[in-house]
C-alpha cells in the first residue's frame, strides 16, 4: 500500500551535517556544543579534609587539551562514568596548561562515587561554561579576596592568575574563614601566597581548637581587621550564601560599589548550557548568565540569597 | 570487573518473607531476560522460596511481608543483627499492605470470623521499620523489577540508590494516558509516590497508592479535588487505607 | 509560500496517500470523559479515516515528537581495561505530524528558539526537528482557549503546510518544496478572489470566536513586583507539585538528566527526563537545601517562566494559550485565574485597598 | 528388618512457596507419625474483604497469591459478576482466558525449572545448574517469560493484574502487543520441546496411593475459568455447591484447614485436570502425555510434575489461537457497564495449583457482605498429610535410609507445588 512517491526522505530531511555525525571539537573554537566530553586520567588524588579532596586530571587526547583553556571562575561540568554529572569550578591555574585541578567536596551521589576512583581512573569533562571573574578590569587597582570554607575552591584560580601577573596589582589580600581550623584547606600553600605572591592572607575560624593560634570569629570580623581603599577596591567573595551577604552588605557599607564585588553562585545544574532550566535564579541562568555575578545583579536577582 | 580502579564485588544478599504473598520475592525471578545478568551480581546465601542451601552470612538482608505474630519479630530481629543492610522490601514490609485492613477490626473478631472457634494467634500488622531499622525501603505491589536491578546495581557500584520524590501522575502523564479523573474515577496518583512508571493508570485502572506517599504531597488539596469533583469521598477512604501507605495523613485528617 | 485550494474530498486523497507512506501522526479520538465529551490524542495513524478532522484540542501536546519524555543522551561502554567510550546518536527517523493548531506550531517555534539560538544548540533536538513534516490546521477556538491574548492563533512559520477550512475547501500555504511536491500529484488551484474572501471570512469569524481573554501585556514588570505576593501561597496552596501541567504543556522543556548503569556492569547510559519547576525536588541541592520548599515558590516559577520569560530566550513569553494546563490540572489552576488575580492584586493595591492586608 | 530409630524434622521446607513443616519419627523401624504442618502466618483475607466495595475486591484477593494472582482475581470477579448478574462481553472473555493461560505457564515453568529441576539433579537451586544445563534453564526461562508475557499483554503486569476489572477488562493488549505475542509463541515451541526431551531423561519415583482428584470441567474445552465440579470418583456438582466438594475442617497442627469428598483427602492441580478432561486437551499435549506413558487416571503424585508439562503443550498452542482470534476481533466492546446488587455466588477457576473457589455475598451497593476462598493447596494439604504417610511407610518397607527417605518425602510435597502462603490467606 505504501506509495513511494509521497515518503519522506530521510537524507533530505537529514541534511543538517551534524544531525547525521557529531562536530568535530578540534575545528571548532574553545566552546564545546554537544555532551560529549574531553577524557581525562585521574592523575593525582589529594586529600585536604575529611570530606574535600584535590582531584588532578589531565586531558588524555592532546589535541583536546591544547583546545581546552578556561578563565577564572568558570566551571565544568564533571562525568563520572556510570554516576552521572556535576558542575564543578576549576580550581587550577589559567596557565596551566597540563593539569586541571578540582576541589571537590563529597556531597551527593555523583562526588561520592569520584571519592572511590583510584588514581588512574578515567573520566570525562566537559566545558568549561559560565562566565568569569573580570581579572583585566582589575588591573592597576587593590583586590580583596574572601573566601568562607569551600569557597577557596574557585578562588585559587584567580590567586594564580595574580601570581602569574603580580605587577598589574596593588595590593592583594585574601580573607579566608572556616568553621575549625581542620577545614581550612590548602593550608600548605599559605607560605607560598604570602611570600611569592605577596598576597596578605588572613584566617580565621569559628571554633579554634587548642593548636590555634590566630583569629577566632565570623569572616566579617577579619575585613575590620584591614584598611580598604573602596575607591580603588574590587572585591571577590566566595561561599555559602549567608556569608557573602554578610560580606558583601559590609563592604557595600564602606563604600565599595556593587558593581566592583563578584560572587560566585551555586545551584543544582544537568546540563551546563541553558536548557535543563535547573540553575536558574530570578530569570538568569547560573550556568550561562553565572556563575560570576557582580553584586549589583545579585541583588536585583529574584532568589539570589 | 574493575571501574574507576576498584574492584566491584557482588553482594551476598539473603531474602526472607513474613506475613506476605510472595509477589515481591517472586519479581527477582521475573524479567527472565536479564535474570541472568541479575543472579551474576548476587551471591544468594539465604532465600528459602528458591534454594535449600541457607548461609547466615549475608550483607544485605531483603525482607518482605509485615509482621503479625510474635515468633516473627524473633526471626526479624535475628536477620537484622546479622544483616549489614536490611531493605525492607514491598509494600507489606514498608507499609503493612493490604495486611493492615484487618487492623480497624478487633483481632479476635478477625480470628472468629476465618477460624470459627480454633485459637490462632494474630496481631495487628505492622510494618518492618516500627521493629527493626530499616536502611531502604523499596515499595509497591509487587515491586518492580527494574528498581530492583537499579538498587542491586547501585549497591555493586558503591552508590546509594534513590527513589523519585515526585507523584505517579508524572509518569502517567508521559505515558499519554487519559486522567482517570476525566473518567469519574478517584486516582492516588497525584499523592503517590513515583516509580512503578504509572503501571495502574496505564492499564486504566486507578492508582491505590501501593508506593506510599509522595514528598511534600498536598493531601489537603487532594481531598478537596475529590470532592469538587463531585466523587465519592467514601471510595477515596476506602482506596487510601488500601494499603495503609497513608496512616499518618488519615490520621490527621480524623483526629 | 505559495496558496493553493484544494477540495476536501481530494484533500482526504492526499493526506491519506501521505499517512500510508510515512510514519504518521493525527488527531484521534481515543475516548469519552465522564460528560461523554469526546478526548482527543495524536496517536500513529495509517489511513486518514482514522484521524478526527473535525478535532477541538488533544489532551497532550506535540512536545513529545520533539522533545521526548525521555531520551538518551549518550552511552559509555567500559571495557575490561577500565577504559570507556562514549557514544552520542542523533539520528532521528522521518516524521509526519498532521493536524496541528496554530498555536501548537507557535510553540515548535519558541521551542526552536531556545533549543536552536544560543551559544549550545541541541542536536538532539535539531535532528527531531528536522526530519518532521507539520501540516497545520486552523480551528475554532473552544471556550477557554486564549492563544488569541498571547498572539499566538495565526502562524506564518514553522510549517510545511498549513490548512484553513473555507467551507467546501481547503485554503493551503505550502511552505516547503516537499509540501509541494507531493501536492502536484492533486487537483489544486490558485486561489480565486472569492477564495480569498473566505479565508478573511475564516480568519475573522476564529479571531471573533475567542471567549476567553487575558491581558498580558506589562506582565513581565507585575511578576517581578509581584515575586512576593501572597497570591502566590493562595494558589500554591492548592498545587499537588503532580507536573501535570508542565507534561501537557507545548513548551515546557525543562529536564533533568540521570545516569544509570546496564544491568550486567558493561556500560551506562545517560538519559534526560521531561522534569517540571513544580516538582518537588526541582530547585534542591546536594545536601538538602530546597531553593524553593513551598509549593507557591515552585508554582510562582512556571508562572515566571512563562509569562515573564527567561534571558536564554531573550526574555520573550513562551505560553502559547492553549490552555492545556489549566484544563488538565486538577487542582483548578489556570491561568487565566492566576493572572487575572494578579492583575487584581496591582490594581487593587492602586487604590490602597489590597486584599491582602498581611502583605509585606 | 532392621531396627531403625530416626526423626526427621523439616522446618520451613525450602523451595515451595510460603512456610510448611514436615515431621516424620520412626521408632524401632515403625512409622510412629508422619505430619504435614502448615505453620504460615494467616491474613484473614475473608475478614478483610467484608464491607469492600465490589470494584476493589479483585484487587485484594489477587494479593492472597504472589504467584496465582490473576486466578485469584478471576475468581473474585466471577464470584461477583455471577452474584450481580453481570455478563462479561465475548471479547473480555478471551482476553481473561490468555491472562489464565500466561499466568499457569509463568507457574508451571517456575516449578518444573526453579523448585522441581534442582531435586531431579541433586542440587540446592537453579543457579548451579545455569552452569551444568544451560540451554534447560535458558528454555525454563524462555518458557517463564512467554507465560509474563501473555500476562503483561492482558493484565497490564506479570503479578497482580491492573486491568481485570468487573464487567470486562479496563484495557485490551494493543495490536502491536498481539504481533510480538505471536511471534513469541510460535518461537518458544522449540524451548518447549527442549524442556521436553529434558523431563524425558529424568526419572520419576515409582509410588502410589490411590485418591480422588477434583477439578473442574466445561464440556467443550480444557477448563479454566468457571464449570462443573467433578472428581475422579464420579462426583458432578454445580459450581454453587463448592461447599459439598470441599468439607473443609480443621485440624490441631496446621495454621490451614484440611479438605475431604468421597474419601479420606483429595487432590487438586495439573494431574487432577488431566484426570478428569484429559481429552480435552491439544492433540499436542496428548502426544506429549503419551510419550511420558501419562493415561488417566494416574495416581502417582510425582506425575503431577508430568501433568504440568503437558499442560504447557496445551497452552502454547491454545494461547496461539486465542491471540489470532483477537487479532481479528475488534477489541471495542470490553466492558459490560453494570449496577451493584444483592446477591450471592460462587466463582471457581483452575488456579495453576488446582480448582480455586471464591464464594462471594454482596449487598445492594455491591459491597461485600460476606467472603469465603477456598485455595487449591488447601485441598491438597490432607492429601500431601496422607501421601507423607504412605510414602515413609513404602521407604520404610524398602529399607531405605533417613536420607533417603527425607529426600523422598520433600520431593513428594514439593511436586505438588504447593503454595502455602495462599492456603492461609
Ligand atoms: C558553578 C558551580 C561550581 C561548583 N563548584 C564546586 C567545587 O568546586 N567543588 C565542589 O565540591 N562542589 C562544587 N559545586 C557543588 C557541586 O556541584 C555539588 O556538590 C554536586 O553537584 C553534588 O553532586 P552529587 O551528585 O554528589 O550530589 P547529588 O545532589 O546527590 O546529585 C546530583 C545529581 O545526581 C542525581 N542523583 C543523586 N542521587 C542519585 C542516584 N542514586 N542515582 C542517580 N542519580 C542520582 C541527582 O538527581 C542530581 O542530578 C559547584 C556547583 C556549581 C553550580
Ligand atoms: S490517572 Fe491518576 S496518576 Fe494519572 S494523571 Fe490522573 S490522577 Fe494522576
Ligand atoms: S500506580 Fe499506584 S497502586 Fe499502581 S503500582 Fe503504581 S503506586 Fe502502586
Ligand atoms: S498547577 Fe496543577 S497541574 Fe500543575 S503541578 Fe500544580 S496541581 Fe499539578
Known sequence: ?305 | ?255 | ?360 | MKKVDFDIDLHHLSRVEGHGNIHISVRDGQLREAQWAVVETPRFFEAMLKGMGAERVPFLTSRICGICSISHSLASIRALERAMGIEPPEEARLIRSLAMHGETLQSHALHLFFLAAPDFLGVPSVVPLMQSHPDIVKAGLQLKELGNELSIATTGRATHPVSLALGGVTRPPSKAQLLRLKALIAERRAALALATDFFGTLEIPQFVRETEFISLRDSVSYPYIGGDLVSTDGVVKEENDYLQMTNEYLNDFSTTKFTRLSRESSAAGALARFNNNADLLHPNARAAASAFGLEPVCHNPFMNNVAQLVECHHIVEDAARLVDRLLDAGLTDLRASWKPRAGAATGAVEAPRGILYHHMETDEKGKVVKADCIIPTTQNNANIHFDLRALAGQALAEGRSEQETELLCVKLVRSYDPCISCSVH
Open chain 1, 1 to 305: 500500500m505504501q506509495d513511494g512517491r509521497f515518503t519522506l526522505p530521510e537524507q533530505d530531511l537529514n541534511r543538517e551535517p551534524f544531525a547525521h555525525r557529531p562536530p568535530d571539537f578540534r575545528q571548532k573554537s574553545e566552546v564545546m556544543i554537544t555532551d560529549r566530553g574531553y577524557k581525562c586520567r585521574i592523575t593525582n588524588i589529594v586529600p585536604l579534609s575529611v570530606h574535600e579532596r584535590l582531584f588532578q586530571l589531565r586531558i588524555v587526547d592532546p589535541a583536546e587539551r591544547e583546545l581546552f583553556r578556561f578563565r577564572p571562575g568558570q566551571f565544568l561540568m564533571l562525568e563520572v562514568p556510570g554516576y552521572g554529572e556535576a558542575p564543578i569550578s576549576i580550581s587550577s591555574s589559567t596557565s596551566n596548561r597540563e593539569f586541571i585541578e578540582l576541589c571537590i567536596r563529597q556531597a551527593g551521589h555523583v562526588t561520592s562515587a569520584l571519592f572511590e576512583a583510584q588514581p588512574g581512573a578515567l573520566v570525562s569533562i566537559r566545558g568549561p561554561f559560565g562566565t568569569s571573574f573580570p581579572m583585566e578590569s582589575m588591573q592597576g587597582g587593590d583586590v580583596l579576596l574572601v573566601a568562607g570554607g569551600l569557597g577557596i575552591a574557585p578562588l585559587r584560580a584567580p590567586l594564580y592568575w595574580i601570581n602569574d601577573h603580580r605587577d598589574h596589582y596593588r595590593d592583594v589580600r585574601f580573607l579566608y574563614g572556616a568553621k575549625q581550623p581542620s577545614e581550612l584547606l590548602f593550608t600548605y600553600q599559605f607560605d607560598e601566597w604570602k611570600t611569592v605572591s605577596h598576597i596578605d592572607l588572613h584566617a580565621i575560624v569559628e571554633r579554634p581548637d587548642e593548636n590555634w593560634k590566630g583569629r577566632t570569629g565570623m569572616i566579617t570580623a577579619l575585613l575590620d581587621d584591614i584598611a580598604i581603599d573602596p575607591e580603588n577596591t574590587w572585591a571577590i567573595v566566595c561561599g555559602p550564601p549567608l556569608m557573602f551577604k554578610f560580606a558583601c552588605s559590609h563592604l557595600d557599607g564602606i563604600g565599595i560599589p556593587m558593581n566592583r564585588m563578584f560572587v560566585s553562585l551555586e545551584r543544582r545544574m544537568h546540563c551546563g548550557m541553558g536548557k535543563c532550566c535547573r540553575c536558574m535564579v530570578g530569570s538568569t541562568f547560573t550556568c550561562l548568565d553565572g556563575p560570576v555575578f557582580d553584586y549589583w545583579s545579585v541583588i536585583n536577582l529574584k532568589e539570589a540569597i
Open chain 3, 1 to 360: 509560500m505559495i496558496y493553493k485550494v484544494i477540495s476536501k474530498s481530494e484533500f482526504t486523497a492526499f493526506i491519506d496517500a501521505i499517512v500510508k507512506a510515512n510514519n504518521a501522526y493525527g488527531p484521534r479520538r481515543v475516548d469519552s470523559d465522564r460528560n461523554g465529551e469526546p478526548i482527543y490524542k495524536f496517536m500513529p495513524v495509517a489511513s486518514a479515516d482514522e484521524i478526527a478532522f473535525d478535532y477541538t484540542a488533544t489532551h497532550f501536546s506535540a512536545k513529545q515528537f520533539f522533545l521526548p519524555f525521555r531520551e538518551e543522551l549518550s552511552h559509555f561502554s567500559f571495557d575490561e581495561q577500565d577504559n570507556w567510550e562514549q557514544h552520542i546518536r542523533y539520528e532521528a527517523p522521518p516524521t509526519l505530524l498532521f493536524g496541528l493548531r496554530p498555536c501548537d506550531i507557535s510553540a515548535v517555534n519558541i521551542l526552536d528558539d531556545v533549543m536552536l539560538r544560543g551559544p549550545y544548540p541541541s542536536p538532539y533536538y535539531l535532528a527531531r526537528r528536522r526530519n518532521t513534516f507539520i501540516i497545520g490546521m486552523d480551528h475554532l477556538p473552544l471556550p477557554d482557549c486564549f492563544c488569541k491574548s498571547m498572539n499566538r492563533h495565526t502562524v506564518s512559520h514553522g510549517f510545511n503546510l498549513f490548512c484553513s477550512d473555507i467551507g467546501d475547501s481547503y485554503y493551503l500555504s505550502i511552505n516547503s518544496s516537499k509540501a509541494f511536491t507531493f501536492l502536484k500529484e492533486f487537483e489544486l488551484r490558485n486561489p480565486t478572489p472569492e477564495d480569498d474572501c473566505l479565508l478573511i471570512e475564516r480568519r475573522k469569524l476564529i479571531k471573533q470566536s475567542f471567549l476567553t481573554n487575558i491581558e498580558v501585556t506589562g506582565l513581565p514588570l507585575f511578576l517581578d513586583i509581584e515575586f512576593d505576593s501572597p497570591i502566590w501561597e493562595k494558589w500554591g496552596d492548592k498545587c499537588l507539585n503532580c507536573g501535570t501541567c508542565a507534561m501537557v504543556c507545548p513548551t515546557c522543556y525543562c529536564y533533568s538528566v540521570e545516569e544509570n548503569f546496564d544491568i550486567d556492569l558493561k556500560g551506562s547510559s545517560r538519559h534526560n527526563r521531561l522534569y517540571s519547576c513544580n516538582l518537588v525536588d526541582f530547585a534542591e541541592v546536594a545536601g538538602g537545601h530546597n531553593f524553593r520548599p513551598r509549593n507557591g515558590d515552585r508554582l510562582k516559577y512556571r508562572y515566571y517562566h512563562h509569562y515573564r520569560g527567561f534571558s536564554a530566550n531573550d526574555n520573550q513569553q513562551i505560553c502559547v494559550g492553549c490552555n492545556r494546563c489549566g484544563r488538565a490540572c486538577l487542582a483548578g489552576i489556570n491561568p487565566k485565574d492566576v493572572i487575572n488575580d494578579l492583575r487584581l492584586e496591582r490594581e487593587t493595591c492602586k487604590t490602597g485597598d489590597s486584599p491582602s492586608p498581611n502583605r509585606t
Open chain 2, 1 to 255: 570487573m574493575k571501574h574507576l580502579g576498584f574492584e566491584r564485588s557482588k553482594v551476598r544478599v539473603g531474602s526472607f518473607d513474613f506475613t506476605c504473598c510472595e509477589g515481591c520475592q517472586l519479581q527477582l525471578a521475573n524479567k527472565e531476560s536479564t535474570l541472568p545478568e541479575f543472579l551474576a551480581l548476587v551471591d544468594i546465601r539465604n532465600f528459602r522460596e528458591i534454594s535449600s542451601e541457607r548461609h547466615d552470612d549475608y550483607d544485605i538482608a531483603l525482607v518482605e511481608g509485615s509482621i503479625t505474630r510474635s515468633d516473627e519479630v524473633e526471626r526479624l530481629r535475628k536477620i537484622r543483627a546479622t544483616a549489614k543492610v536490611l531493605v525492607a522490601y514491598g509494600t507489606c514490609a514498608c507499609f503493612g499492605g493490604v495486611n493492615s485492613l484487618k487492623n480497624r477490626l478487633p483481632q479476635e473478631e478477625v480470628v472468629r470470623e476465618v477460624y470459627d472457634g480454633k485459637k490462632v494467634e494474630t496481631m495487628p500488622s505492622t510494618r518492618i521499620a516500627d521493629i527493626v531499622k530499616v536502611d531502604f525501603s523499596i515499595p509497591g505491589c509487587p515491586v518492580s523489577k527494574e528498581e530492583v536491578e537499579r538498587v542491586v546495581v547501585s549497591l555493586v557500584n558503591r552508590s546509594l540508590p534513590t527513589l523519585p520524590r515526585y507523584p505517579v501522575c508524572v509518569e502517567c502523564k508521559q505515558r499519554l494516558n487519559t486522567c482517570l479523573f476525566d473518567l469519574g474515577e478517584v486516582c492516588l496518583g497525584p499523592i503517590t509516590r513515583a516509580g512503578c512508571d504509572a503501571v495502574c493508570p496505564s492499564g486504566k485502572s486507578a492508582c491505590l497508592g501501593c508506593r506510599g506517599p509522595a514528598d511534600d504531597l498536598n493531601f489537603r488539596s487532594f481531598t478537596d479535588l475529590v470532592r469538587d469533583n463531585g466523587l465519592s469521598t467514601e471510595e477515596m477512604l476506602e482506596k487510601l487505607r488500601f494499603y495503609n501507605g497513608f496512616a499518618d495523613q488519615l490520621g490527621h485528617e480524623e483526629s
